[in-house]
Nanobody, 115 residues
């Protein structure tokens, strides 16, 4: 059974930066992709960014230029570097891991951006 666990959330002022980490553990099968979604209060969960095993990235259009996803598959870890944060980025950020036949979600980490 694979598990994913996020870390790195917290409270930051507008304009600041944070880096989130997501580590996969357990019995590691081939990872097809990993990524980040977020859910703000009263809103649906939305894509932030994903990265495939070969390094192909996909970003929410509105976040391009401020957020960067990267991975270290030797460590089964994916990162999300967030900069120029805005109050609108406040949300619970969830890590997603996809293998050939399964999808795994983390418990989420809270990011709060104060104005």
């Amino acid at each position: 059974q694979m598990q994913v666990e996020e870390s790195g959330g917290g409270l930051v002022q507008a304009g600041g930066s944070l880096r989130l980490s997501c580590a996969a553990s357990g019995i590691i099968f081939r990872i097809n992709s990993m990524g980040w979604y977020r859910q703000a209060p009263g809103k649906q969960r939305e894509l932030v960014a994903t990265i495939t095993y070969d390094g192909t990235t996909n970003y929410a259009e509105s976040l391009k230029g401020r957020f960067t996803i990267s991975r270290d598959y030797a460590k089964n870890t994916v990162y999300l570097q967030m900069s120029s944060l805005e109050p609108g980025d406040t949300a619970v950020y969830y890590c997603l891991l996809r293998t050939l036949g399964s999808t795994y979600w983390g418990q989420g980490t809270q990011v709060t951006v104060s104005s």
